[in-house]
C-alpha cells in the first residue's frame, strides 16, 4: 500500500504563491495515476491536476495557467506550484494515487490519500 503525506500548505494574501509537497512511499503499481485534489466543506472534492504513468499532467480549467505539478526525479515526491492564488483557492488540498485509472482527474478513480494540507487565500 502506498503512504502520501502533504505539506506547504499556510495562509497567503490575493496573488501569492504557494508549494505543497507530498511524500510518496509504499509499493505503488506501475500502471498507476497520481493528482491533486482539493475540498470545501460541503462541497465535492475537486480534481486539479493529475498524470497517469507518464503521461502529461492534466489541469482542471480552474487552475490551468495558474498551478503546476512536478514530480522530484526519483518520484517519491510530488509537488504542486501555486500562483496567483484567489480567495476561492481556499480549501483543504490533498495528494492522491490510484491504479488503472481511467479519469484521472474524478476522485474516485483513487485509492490512496494524504491526511491534506489547509491552504488559506486572504484578499
Known amino acids: 500500500q502506498a503512504q502520501l503525506v502533504e505539506s506547504g500548505g499556510g495562509s497567503v494574501q490575493t496573488g501569492e504563491s504557494l508549494r505543497l509537497s507530498c511524500a510518496v512511499s509504499?509499493?505503488?503499481?506501475?500502471?498507476?495515476?497520481m493528482g491533486w485534489f482539493r475540498q470545501v466543506p460541503g462541497k465535492e472534492r475537486e480534481g486539479l491536476v493529475a498524470?497517469?504513468?507518464?503521461?502529461?499532467?492534466i489541469y482542471a480549467d480552474s487552475v490551468k495557467g495558474r498551478f503546476t505539478m512536478s514530480q522530484d526525479m526519483d518520484r517519491n515526491t510530488l509537488h504542486l506550484q501555486m500562483d496567483s492564488l484567489k480567495p476561492e483557492d481556499t480549501a483543504m488540498y490533498y495528494c492522491a494515487v490510484g491504479t488503472f485509472c481511467g479519469e484521472v482527474l474524478n476522485w474516485e478513480e483513487y485509492t490512496f490519500w494524504g491526511q491534506g494540507t489547509q491552504v488559506t487565500v486572504s484578499s
Open positions: 509504499g509499493y505503488i503499481y506501475s500502471n498507476h495515476c
Open positions: 498524470i497517469n504513468n507518464d503521461d502529461s499532467p
